[in-house]
């Protein structure tokens, strides 16, 4: 949900992206509708990660546009869809200074999310609420970052390898949540190797 | 609570837990006041004249050992993405990062100074004005100092080229800060030095979060 509006669709057109002198991708076009999820695959350097900064609006399209379209508008304005994005990278964006509440307070405060009390419990955290995240292992530490993605109540989720560094239990985890927000009207756009089992489309690099 | 406010709590609470950046600051800016009256010996006339400029360099030196950080440790760990994507503007995000700078640095260095003052044998009202010089000038630093981090956001060692950017920015702050000094010793009114100070902090604070933004997206886009 943003501002109270559900995306409908997320729409690119003939994309391109370059790093360096290397041109990663041309021409990539997808659509992706509320409710969906797809996987982007493809070989190491092959522009997934980009393909995922492109749309979140970190890296700007050498041509191509992104439209998002909630019911009353389209838009391929990158500071405004970068609103309703979600965002969960190779890095886990945590302080090792901060206990566990703490960073999931001070991302849910800073995206106007809701710090539900169950969220901890929710992702095999509880135990750890008041643990600095410095003794976390780095898969406790995803299952935070997942946490954090939950609370940020954004409909567009842009994930980066989401089993990365899982045991299976925190994979069947990542799999439940990404089900319970395609079910909410979400969207999910992930990179990744493994199959992200919604029954979605896929898309290769 | 807002996200700025939010944001800018966390800064405060990561600077006060992390232990190194102010109390690193603090001890640096002691030693360089306690090592130049020994280098200087016992010519307390000549410690009286240069304590202004000594104590305003070793406060820029001092807060400078922190800078580099200021958006890099969140550029590493991967949080400044998810900032980035708040509801906050990139502009909003470097003024929250000066502040909170200036609050665990700028602001603890300038109440040690009176204290180090005394090292220099400087005068009750030269050392008042040291101390309202470095209160309205220190927040310059952070503010100049937030450009040249971001700036260096992405450079291994991106500390070390820091302060070749941000000194000569910081010259006029050091210049009035030091002359308003002088101006107190010889029994002259400050007011004009500190007035001018006062529009380079000004200035400073009002233009930097722009230009700390927009290197910041230059740098997020790599």
Known sequence: MVNGKMISSLTAEKLACTRGDKKLFEGLSFRVKAGQALAVEGANGAGKTSLLRMIAGFLAPVAGRIVIKTAEQESDDAEERGKSIGWLGHHDGLKPQLTVREQLDFFAQLYRGIAEANVLALVGLARQADLPCRYLSAGQRRRLALARLWVSKRPLWLLDEPFAALDASGQALVAHLMARHCGDGGIIIAATHEPLGLGNESLKL | ?222
């Open chain 2, 1 to 222: 609570m807002s996200p700025f406010v939010t944001l800018l709590l966390r800064d405060i609470r990561l600077a006060a837990r992390s232990g190194g950046s102010a109390a690193l600051a603090l001890s640096f800016f002691a030693l360089v006041a306690t090592l130049v009256p020994l280098g200087v010996g016992a010519d307390l006339a000549l410690l009286v004249r240069v304590a202004g400029g000594v104590l305003w360099v070793g406060a820029v030196l001092s807060a400078l050992l922190s800078l580099d950080r200021l958006f890099q440790g969140d550029f590493e760990d991967g949080s400044l993405d998810l900032i980035a994507l708040a509801p906050l503007p990139l502009e909003l995000t470097a003024l929250a990062k000066i502040i909170a700078h200036w609050l665990s640095t700028g602001l603890p260095l300038t109440v040690l100074s009176p204290l180090l003052a005394l090292l220099f044998n400087l005068p009750g009202p030269a050392t008042a004005i040291l101390f309202v010089s470095l209160l309205i000038g220190t927040p310059a630093v952070s503010a100049v100092g937030a450009i040249g981090a971001s700036l260096t956001l992405s450079l291994k060692r991106g500390g070390l080229i820091l302060p070749l950017i941000i000194l000569p920015l910081l010259a006029p702050a050091v210049i009035f800060g030091a002359g308003a000094v002088s101006l107190a010793l010889d029994g002259l009114g400050s007011g004009g030095a500190l007035s001018l100070l006062a529009a380079f902090a000004f200035a400073a604070v009002l233009l930097s979060p722009f230009a700390a933004a927009a290197s910041v997206r230059l740098n997020l886009s790599g």
